[in-house]
């Protein structure tokens, strides 16, 4: 657990009279009251200090010691004396503590500044080292509750939209590329924002934006004299799906021939298995080639083989004489 330490019991010191100090169950607590004799009425700011009632306020701050630091002040009303003023009675303001809040301002800080840096679960687990025990939610709900500064002028302005809800809401994001930083959040995606956001912050130079086609017509309405470019994520977008368009047309990419040609491996003397498979099939190549060549001549499969030929005699070579009953005759071929 990470230790605020004697620095912010030292700030409650100076801000608060304590009356009581104890430990219960890993909480220091401490009973307080706001040093300030009188307090100012919120709605005149005349001050008074008729105290009509008093009354309990629970607050969480941040670890000391190793405790959870919890305040138990005991607040006061005071009674406006002021006749023009609308309120009668009012609760003094305790510093470092806005009005209604369970927490104080160094804690809602501390879990501000943490979302912001790390986002909303991460930071629910580092908060949890600080040991301030919220939801990924409260810590966001923290992040939203911060003012941003005014915004200067503008010369490098970034456009871009986020999402509320993915696929449904959507907002504009508006951010200054020289400083890195955001400069508004626009509750819609729409040209129409955009062009009254514009025309309420001129000096705007170059536009950086999406591919979308609204912020395009936004720019154009709010500042027609700006140069619209766009990012380099969108270039890197717009270059990826243009190469995925060629790949699903099929289109064959022929490749760059390398001018230098690989460098070849040293050659090494054929073993003896190599040698007499080079020898097999140099006598293999060669026997075809003659089959090849016989075939060309005109060779029968037969004569190509060696083999003796099986083809039917000829007539002529038959006898005239028709053969006798015991064979055929001295000299002659039967047929």
Known sequence: MVDGGLVDLADVLREYDVALAQAVAGHLRLVVQARAASARCPACGVASGH???????????????????????????????????PRRVFAERLPGLPAWARRSERVSNLLAYTALSVGGLPGQRVAALYGLHYSRQTLLRAACRLTLAAPQTVRVLGVDDYAYRRGRTYGTLLYDWETRRVIDLLPERSAVFLASWLKAHPGVEIISRDRGGIYAEGAREGAPAAIQVADRFHLMQNLGDCLERIAQKGIRLQPVPDPTPPPQPPSRPPSRAEQAKLATRARRQQRQDTIRELFQQGASIGGVAGKPSRRAPSAASCSKDAPTAGGTAPGQRRC
Do not use: E, K, M
Not at 54 to 83: K, S
């Open 51 to 85: 105290v009509c009632s008093r009354y309990w306020r629970v607050a969480a701050d941040v670890t000391t010691f190793g405790l959870q630091l919890q305040l138990q002040i005991r607040a006061r009303r005071f009674r406006c004396h002021n006749p023009a003023c």
